[in-house]
T-cell receptor, first 113, second 112 residues
Framework: EAGVAQSPRYKIIEKRQSVAFWCNPI?????LYWYQQILGQGPKLLIQFQNNGVVDDSQLPKDRFSAERLKGVDSTLKIQPAKLEDSAVYLC???????????FGSGTQLSVL | AQTVTQSQPEMSVQEAETVTLSCTYD???????LFWYKQPPSRQMILVIR??????QNATENRFSVNFQKAAKSFSLKISDSQLGDAAMYFCAYRRGQNFVFGPGTRLSVLP
């Protein structure tokens, strides 16, 4: 089966610019997650979707981060404007149901200069 | 809030030897899941092993096994017959319902 697809793989921007990441989960997976992984740390949940509804976005910096999952399939995560501390790997993951294991994409490495 | 702690930032093991990675967690729940994920330099997180808290028997997947001590809230990963391909970051994770929390990770080096 096809895995979780993410693009781009790398992105370099200057601070105050905007950036968007895209994720296509495994077909049929209802739950989709965006994680932020700063170098040397474990992934931190930014937002979780169940189909096209938001389940948890308590750790999403809503003044600059936004995410959507239209039609309950693909998802985009946007940062506007970016800050230096946003430099990290952004991982997308999906699962069939809430209690199932997560399948991860390869992530997008963002560098903010 | 649930927390996951991995007290070993880095570990190393000789090829073909055995190594144990430690993980402790904090929860007031009795029904949950625990996972070990591997993250090689490619960045893709790969599930190594999973344990249901209601099961007393420790999970095993080929060369990987866990020592699950529910009362102590401890969940260590043992890698037997270590191979060069086992070198990676290893993350312990806790899940209950929608809540999925990762530890800070342990970097494992395998020495030839």
């Amino acid at each position: 089966e096809a895995g979780v697809a993410q693009s781009p793989r790398y992105k370099i921007i200057e601070k105050r610019q905007s950036v968007a990441f895209w994720c296509n989960p495994i077909s049929g997976h209802a739950t989709l997650y965006w994680y932020q992984q700063i170098l040397g740390q474990g992934p931190k949940l930014l937002i979780q979707f169940q189909n096209n509804g938001v389940v948890d976005d308590s750790q999403l910096p809503k003044d600059r981060f936004s995410a959507e999952r239209l039609k309950g399939v693909d998802s985009t995560l946007k940062i506007q404007p970016a800050k230096l501390e946003d430099s990290a790997v952004y991982l997308c993951a999906s699962s069939l149901q809430a209690n199932e294991k997560l399948f991860f994409g390869s992530g997008t490495q963002l560098s903010v200069l | 809030a649930q927390t996951v702690t991995q007290s070993q930032p880095e570990m190393s093991v000789q090829e073909a030897e055995t190594v144990t990675l430690s993980c402790t967690y904090d929860t007031s729940e009795s029904d949950y899941y625990l996972f070990w994920y591997k993250q090689p330099p490619s960045r893709q997180m790969i599930l190594v092993i999973r344990q249901e808290a209601y099961k007393q028997q420790n999970a095993t997947e080929n060369r990987f096994s866990v020592n699950f001590q529910k009362a102590a809230k401890s969940f260590s990963l043992k890698i037997s017959d270590s191979q060069l391909g086992d070198a990676a970051m290893y993350f312990c994770a806790y899940r209950r319902g929608q809540n999925f929390v990762f530890g800070p990770g342990t970097r494992l080096s395998v020495l030839p």
